[in-house]
């Protein structure tokens, strides 16, 4: 456990640091006597900056809290709780919490705990992904090796009927088949390449990475595209497969791209890199202390209303011709590092988050 980190009074605050969500100690004035680091990330701030100050000031409805702390500190409940939002400088429109307020071991003391609420939400959702990833995963696998081993059989077939036949035009037929049996075959390897090839780690850049596609992007869309830079330098390197991320973050910016092709035609097509740092994040039922945070965005006419829900299944394509294996095949390899791609969309702008787990 790390060293208490906790103002006057706090001796086993040092506890709260291991939380998700965001706690602070106060005493009946509700001034600040300890904040962990998930509220200090929510808030900007530094425990240092929040020490001995009112709560209540970076909440957006004052009047609830001093209301909670004086039952609380009154002993007419053991607990209270409110709706509330963060009023942080510059944020924007804050997300909507609820805020607890209870007495601890403590008499002088009371804990505050802010929560999104829409945070339960996420990780329910997130947990669905999951689950719902590895069905897919396992359903591809099975799915792939059963067409796989009759498909040799077919061509072997086509192969030795075209050479009885003297009819070109009947060898003609046999072609077809030979033809279709290769696609098909094509289509199975590029299913199960992700379940193949080994998963080599090591350190990774991730802006040499953004790099790497951005020249790919550009050299296949020369005209009518920008692919803006917006990168945090000060991100340290992670543990990963460098292939593997180059493939998974080309996939879905290579979908922008071709979806951007009206925009292109008119020589305003934007995609954009973001890179920026994010903590104390939880990721696949794991708690790290910083996170990769990466969003692609593009705008794009936006993903059919028709498969926002699908569009991380095997085989769905918002486009005529695409094989629907490219943001399959990017989730694959995001989750194979402990991450997650999702996905915000609506005309004009279309937003892919991912994150990764940086420590």
């Known amino acids: 456990m790390p060293p208490s980190r906790a103002g006057d009074g706090a001796p086993a605050a040092s506890a709260l640091d291991w939380l998700a969500t965001m706690v602070a100690l106060v005493d009946a004035r509700g001034c600040v006597r300890h904040a962990n680091p998930a509220l200090e990330a929510g808030l900007g701030l530094s425990q240092r900056q929040l020490l001995g100050h009112d709560l209540g000031q970076w909440l957006a409805r004052p009047g609830p809290w001093h209301e909670a702390l004086r039952q609380v500190g009154a002993d007419e409940f053991s607990n209270t709780r409110f709706d509330s939002a963060l009023r942080v400088r510059g944020a924007g429109d804050a997300p909507p919490l609820q805020v607890i307020v209870a007495r601890t071991e403590d008499p002088d003391l009371l804990i505050v705990e802010l929560l999104e609420i829409g ?128 493939q998974a973050i080309l996939n879905v910016a290579h979908n922008a791209a071709l979806a951007l092709d009206k925009r292109r035609a008119a020589g305003d097509a934007r995609i954009v890199f973001t890179t920026r740092v994010a903590r104390q994040v939880t990721l696949v039922k794991h708690r790290h202390k910083l996170a990769l945070v990466l969003h692609i965005t593009d705008n794009g006419p936006g993903v059919p209303e028709q498969i926002k829900d699908r569009m991380f299944f095997p085989l769905v394509s918002g486009r005529d011709g695409g094989s629907g294996l490219g943001l399959t095949l990017a989730q694959t390899f995001i989750q194979q590092h402990q991450g997650t791609i999702e996905c915000e969309s609506q005309p004009g702008l279309t937003d892919f988050r991912i994150l990764l787990p940086l420590s």
Do not use: C, W
């Open 119 to 246: 945070q339960q939400t996420r990780q329910e959702r997130e947990e669905h992904l999951l689950h719902q990833a590895q069905a897919n995963k396992d359903l591809i696998r099975n799915l792939a090796h059963e067409i796989k081993n009759p498909l040799g059989g077919i061509r072997g077939a086509a192969q030795l009927l075209q050479m009885e036949l003297d009819s070109r035009e009947l060898q003609e037929y046999t072609r077809v088949i030979i033809h279709e049996v290769d696609r098909l075959q094509t289509l199975v390897d590029r299913l199960l390449a992700p379940h193949r090839r080994p998963h080599v780690v090591g350190d990774v850049n991730i802006h040499e990475v953004l790099e790497r596609v951005r020249s790919v992007i550009l050299a296949e869309f020369p005209k009518g595209l920008v692919v803006v830079r917006d990168y945090d330098a000060s991100l340290p390197e992670l543990r990963g497969d460098r292939e593997q991320l180059i």
